[in-house]
């Protein structure tokens, strides 16, 4: 089984979860790519995609990469976050995410909180409907910290042996 890591990060946090996720594969045949080298997925068997939540989605470079994957392979989506974990902001991005995958198999998601840049957390401040998003986003300053890594690493493995299941 050959599996993919691909992921798209700016900040570092996706980037931090995708080594973390390509650790916990163990010994497969295994890469690590960001997306914006546009990877080749099909010869790979399963692929994680990886991206940061932008406005309650997926980037559009990641949307693109997603639409090119060829149908029917197994998918497993990764996400960084400034909300809570398992917040609707996130999971509104995953669905958006796997509304992409026709005639693909998605195997299962997993997001974790990452740090939002400060200028981006001052600037939404400002704003009356994103104040209450940005103090939740403050708290996410240590993340993805050690436990979310042991988390994505756990979690990495269990859609491995899922797909092997399959």
């Not at 946090?13 to 010994?27: Q, S």
């Not at 639409?67 to 398992?86: C, D, N, V, Y």
């Amino acid at each position: 089984m050959k599996v993919l890591v691909a992921y798209y990060s700016q900040s570092g946090n996706t980037e931090k979860v995708a080594k973390a996720i390509y650790d916990g594969l163990g010994f497969v045949e295994k890469d690590l790519a960001s997306i914006k080298d546009k990877p080749r997925s099909r010869k790979y068997d399963i692929i994680f995609v990886g991206f940061p939540v932008h406005n309650h989605s997926v980037p559009a470079v990641v949307e693109t990469f997603i639409k090119r994957i060829p149908e029917g392979k197994k998918i497993a989506f990764f996400a960084t976050h400034g909300s809570l974990r398992g917040g609707e902001l996130a999971i509104t991005a995953f669905y958006y995410a796997v509304s992409l995958t026709a005639k693909k198999q998605v195997l299962g998601t997993f997001g974790c909180r990452g740090k939002v840049k400060p200028k981006m957390i001052e600037t939404l401040m400002k704003n009356p409907q994103d104040k209450f998003w940005a103090l939740e986003a403050q708290s996410a300053s240590l993340n993805p910290d050690e436990g979310d890594l042991e988390d994505a690493r756990k979690w990495a493995w269990w859609m491995l042996m899922k797909a092997r299941a399959l």
